[in-house]
């Protein structure tokens, strides 16, 4: 361990009012998290990258004058590159010397216009080639993953596709909280008002973008209707081609145990047993290995692991330790 690396302990217990999960849920995404002074966003360039079955997608790069390696962050469903656990990650590492990498998935940030065809939670070839470009073009250092939620769940598929094709320089995956049955995480969103609210909300706004930049393709007038986003999902299923219900559809990026038992690069989860969105009883079977690791903490939320005295995300303290 080097001297400058960061101890944080193996266990999350963060002060006794932040022991809500709620709490730390909604303070994932505040605003407050993202320092005041962030050089890794005064730094960034936009990047378009062209996958390889014509799609592009969009990603901001914050090279380090001196830089011990690349971090690419994914973000959750209906983030953005502009999330703020994406800014206060990118910061953090960006201050430790690391250039970063924020990549938006397909219809999330402003990328609506790089694409006819809508987002969902299958469409991995495309990220993965977004990952796989940004790797090569990085000299020789080490590239480092982190994907938080959906994103998460992209990660881990990224890992296990990595096995098969490899992806130059690509060191070690992080998944924050992510989904393993996307079916049972839409519907614990359903089962709380404000989960419920909040992604209906940021769903809908993005078909309507969509609608408006091409009209000829999309009506989504009857849709946006849906009270839940279970009955979103079954609306939109007939835009989804192949696809012949959601059920079909969650299985193609539902994670079990033999998904992890094949990999051949080094991939660590963090995950809150008070997680109110992403069912723990789904971690239960899942069996470590020689790359596979599970940080199970009892405190956490979702994508949160937030504490304040002292100030701190105790996830990215735990993946600096590693990395270093």
Partial sequence: MKKNSIKSGDKFNPSFFLKNPHLQSIMASSKLRVPLENH??????????????????????????????????????????????????????????????????????????????????????????????????????????????????????????????????????????????????SLAIDRYFFYRKYFLKKWKQSLIKKQRLFPAKYDFKKMLKAKTCMELTEDIMPYFPGMTSCRDYFNLYTLKNDSFQNLNIPVKIFIAKDDPVIPYEDYSNLKENEFFQISRQKFGGHCGFIDLFPSRCWYNQKIAEIIN
């Fill in 40 to 185: 890794m966003k005064k730094k960034s360039r936009e990047v378009i990258i062209s996958a390889s079955a014509g799609s592009r997608l969009l990603s901001f790069l914050s090279p380090h004058p001196a830089s011990k390696g690349l971090i690419i962050l994914l973000h959750g469903w209906e983030g953005s590159s502009s999330s703020a656990y994406i800014l206060s990650s990118g910061a953090f590492f960006y201050n430790r010397g690391f250039s970063i990498c924020r990549l938006n998935l397909r219809d999330h940030g402003d990328s609506h216009h790089l694409n006819e065809g809508l987002f969902h939670g299958a469409l991995l070839q495309e990220t993965f080639d977004a990952v796989n470009y940004i790797s090569q073009k990085q000299d020789k250092i080490p590239v480092y993953l982190i994907g938080f939620s959906l994103g998460g769940n992209f990660a881990l598929r990224i890992a296990m596709k990595h096995r098969l094709t490899p992806i130059v320089n690509l060191k070690h995956v992080f998944a924050i909280s992510p989904p393993l049955d996307p079916y049972k995480s």
